[in-house]
């Protein structure tokens, strides 16, 4: 039997459906030392105009000596993520531009180091509480609720430094501390969060999802799995903290999902996808049904890791699941164990060998769209919660013409085919709560720190060094984006004559 694929224009997505978009404080803010605001994880990462695309991992590398020449380097220059596209100013214009869309969610983070600059400080940067309170404030004025990402990627570098990331277990009690001081803040203004970004993040880059900084680490296998079972730990402490706080909250995990598909149909390939599939959901296993999946006990015994817990933490897991799954999708990857036989293509955080069923964009992810509802429809019959696509989306070199329009039908073709299959997978039965089309406007790129790199539906002048006016323009993919959150996802046609 084939999967059934309806061409009907009529909208099945709910009513209550959240369509927005995200961002995220390190790539978008700037102003990464205004009012006392301290330096974080994202801050030591600089611009390398020469990168391997096929690669990418290795632009993200920090060692000790890296993070002393950032220290020491004390301006923004050459350090994109310092300076972003300076949301700590424009937010008003931005969040307007947002509310012409049409959003009625906007997902962001709070950038840690502005409310705890050193992340174990007893009290909390007041100025940096109200610019968020500003943020919020404003979201609320044109109706768009926000999803509130608490850490992502965002460390306080001091963290790193004096206890060694999320390693230690002292870090717990510093992140609990922010989040209560944040949840308690604006329980008036947010109903949605998200724990941690991209969790899985902290075992494939472990110092920008950890804190991990290789060179410190004897192994740094185990030193990243104990760091991700304390941010398992901190996520489910946070989790019943924010119950306590506002029992009308709405809580999630966020994943990166790596779904894998067999090279061939040979048993070893397939075995081999199901193994690399099992690790990746550990995440969800974990802050979802509450406890370590059986798959970890011989694999942690495989690579000799052991993971050091305290007596309660598998209570304090196992109490306090989360609401929702919220997740990326970008791409598919294929498994194999015969991985020399194949081409190796990039990605983002990670690479993979050559689907040759799939278009590959110039950063390297093979376009999947039909991956989207295979992610979807594994997820739901796992779990049974309710799910969120909290980023997909395409990076591309747009080219603003002389006319001033900036024409990327390619975005346009991206986001139909995945919203096609959102559709699919909800006729399939799947409870989806939203979707956050990565980024909803221009950004520093996370991986590459280069802005050519776009992924919005808004224009941002400034070019990967920094220069330019910062205005900002309306892509044809604005108007477009527009027309599917006032259908709500019922139109999915071209533009006709676009003159924007």
Same mark, same amino acid.
């Given at each position: 039997?084939?999967?059934?694929?309806?061409?009907?224009?009529?909208?099945?997505?709910?009513?209550?459906?959240?369509?927005?978009?995200?961002?995220?404080?390190?790539?978008?803010?700037?102003?990464?030392?205004?009012?006392?605001?301290?330096?974080?994880?994202?801050?030591?990462?600089?611009?390398?105009?020469?990168?391997?695309?096929?690669?990418?991992?290795?632009?993200?590398?920090?060692?000790?000596?890296?993070?002393?020449?950032?220290?020491?380097?004390?301006? $923004?220059?050459?350090?994109?993520?310092?300076?972003?596209?300076?949301?700590? %100013?424009?937010?008003?214009?931005?969040?307007?531009?947002?509310?012409?869309?049409?959003?009625?969610?906007?997902?962001?983070?709070?950038?840690?180091?502005?409310?705890?600059?050193?992340?174990?400080?007893?009290?909390?940067?007041?100025?940096?509480?109200?610019?968020?309170?500003?943020?919020?404030?404003?979201? *609320?004025?044109?109706?768009?609720?926000?999803?509130?990402?608490?850490? %992502?990627?965002?460390?306080?570098?001091?963290?790193?430094?004096?206890?060694?990331? =999320?390693?230690?277990?002292?870090?717990?009690?510093?992140?609990?501390?922010?989040?209560?001081?944040?949840?308690?803040?604006?329980?008036?203004?947010?109903?949605?969060?998200?724990?941690?970004?991209?969790?899985?993040?902290?075992?494939?880059?472990?110092?920008?999802?950890?804190?991990?900084?290789?060179?410190?680490?004897?192994?740094?296998?185990? $030193?990243?799995?104990?760091?991700? %079972?304390?941010?398992?730990?901190? &996520?489910?402490?946070?989790?019943?903290?924010?119950?306590?706080?506002?029992?009308?909250?709405?809580?999630?995990?966020?994943?990166?999902?790596?779904?894998?598909?067999?090279?061939?149909?040979?048993?070893?390939?397939?075995?081999?996808?199901?193994?690399?599939?099992?690790?990746?959901?550990? %995440?969800?296993?974990?802050?979802?049904?509450?406890?370590?999946?059986?798959?970890?006990?011989?694999?942690?015994?495989?690579?000799?890791?052991?993971?050091?817990?305290?007596?309660?933490?598998?209570?304090?897991?196992?109490?306090?699941?989360?609401?929702?799954? !919220?997740?990326?999708?970008?791409?598919?990857?294929? !498994?194999?164990?015969?991985?020399?036989?194949?081409?190796?293509?990039?990605?983002?955080?990670?690479?993979?060998?050559?689907?040759?069923?799939?278009?590959?964009?110039? =950063?390297? =992810?093979?376009?999947?769209?039909?991956?989207?509802?295979?992610?979807?429809?594994?997820?739901?019959?796992?779990?049974?919660?309710?799910?969120?696509?909290?980023?997909?989306?395409?990076?591309?070199?747009?080219?603003?013409?002389?006319?001033?329009?900036?024409?990327?039908?390619? *975005?346009?073709?991206?986001?139909?085919?995945?919203?096609?299959?959102?559709?699919?997978?909800?006729?399939?039965?799947?409870?989806?709560?939203?979707?956050?089309?990565?980024? $909803?406007?221009?950004?520093?790129? $996370?991986?590459?720190?280069?802005? &050519?790199?776009?992924?919005?539906?808004?224009?941002?002048?400034?070019?990967?060094?920094?220069?330019?006016?910062?205005? *900002?323009?309306?892509?044809?993919?604005?108007?477009?984006?527009?027309?599917?959150?006032?259908?709500?996802?019922?139109?999915?046609?071209?533009?006709?004559?676009?003159?924007?």
């Amino acid at each position: 039997m084939k999967p059934t694929v309806s061409t009907t224009p009529t909208s099945i997505f709910p009513d209550n459906f959240l369509w927005g978009g995200a961002i995220a404080a390190n790539q978008a803010e700037g102003g990464f030392d205004a009012d006392g605001k301290g330096l974080s994880t994202a801050d030591m990462v600089p611009y390398y105009a020469k990168k391997d695309y096929a690669n990418l991992s290795a632009l993200m590398h920090v060692s000790s000596e890296t993070i002393e020449q950032a220290i020491q380097h004390k301006t $923004a220059d050459g350090y994109p993520k310092r300076y972003g596209i300076d949301f700590f %100013h424009r937010y008003k214009e931005d969040i307007a531009l947002f509310a012409e869309l049409g959003f009625q969610t906007f997902r962001l983070s709070i950038n840690w180091s502005r409310i705890f600059p050193n992340g174990d400080d007893t009290e909390p940067n007041e100025a940096g509480l109200q610019f968020y309170d500003n943020v919020f404030t404003e979201l *609320r004025k044109h109706n768009i609720e926000p999803l509130v990402t608490l850490s %992502h990627y965002e460390m306080p570098i001091h963290l790193v430094l004096q206890y060694g990331g =999320w390693k230690n277990r002292r870090v717990i009690d510093f992140f609990v501390r922010y989040a209560e001081t944040v949840m308690e803040r604006y329980k008036d203004k947010v109903t949605y969060w998200l724990t941690f970004n991209e969790i899985n993040t902290t075992i494939i880059e472990p110092f920008t999802g950890g804190g991990i900084v290789g060179d410190r680490e004897d192994n740094v296998m185990q $030193a990243s799995y104990q760091a991700l %079972h304390h941010q398992f730990v901190a &996520s489910a402490l946070v989790t019943k903290a924010a119950r306590d706080i506002n029992p009308n909250v709405q809580i999630g995990c966020m994943l990166a999902r790596m779904i894998h598909y067999p090279a061939t149909s040979s048993p070893e390939d397939v075995l081999q996808a199901q193994i690399d599939n099992q690790l990746n959901l550990l %995440h969800t296993d974990v802050q979802v049904r509450g406890k370590y999946p059986a798959i970890t006990q011989r694999y942690f015994a495989d690579h000799g890791i052991t993971i050091e817990q305290q007596p309660e933490d598998a209570d304090t897991l196992q109490m306090n699941t989360v609401d929702f799954i !919220s997740f990326s999708y970008y791409t598919s990857l294929i !498994s194999t164990v015969n991985p020399e036989q194949y081409g190796v293509t990039g990605g983002n955080l990670y690479s993979t060998v050559k689907n040759p069923n799939l278009k590959v964009t110039e =950063w390297g =992810w093979q376009l999947d769209p039909i991956g989207l509802r295979v992610v979807l429809k594994e997820l739901y019959d796992r779990y049974e919660v309710p799910l969120f696509v909290v980023e997909n989306g395409l990076g591309a070199r747009d080219v603003r013409e002389e006319d001033g329009r900036i024409v990327d039908d390619y *975005r346009i073709d991206y986001f139909r085919q995945h919203i096609t299959q959102l559709a699919e997978a909800i006729r399939d039965g799947v409870d989806i709560m939203g979707y956050t089309s990565w980024g $909803a406007i221009d950004i520093i790129s $996370a991986s590459t720190s280069e802005m &050519s790199k776009r992924y919005g539906f808004i224009y941002v002048d400034q070019d990967d060094e920094g220069k330019g006016t910062l205005n *900002r323009y309306k892509k044809k993919s604005f108007d477009w984006y527009q027309k599917v959150i006032a259908s709500n996802g019922a139109d999915l046609s071209d533009l006709d004559n676009w003159q924007r």
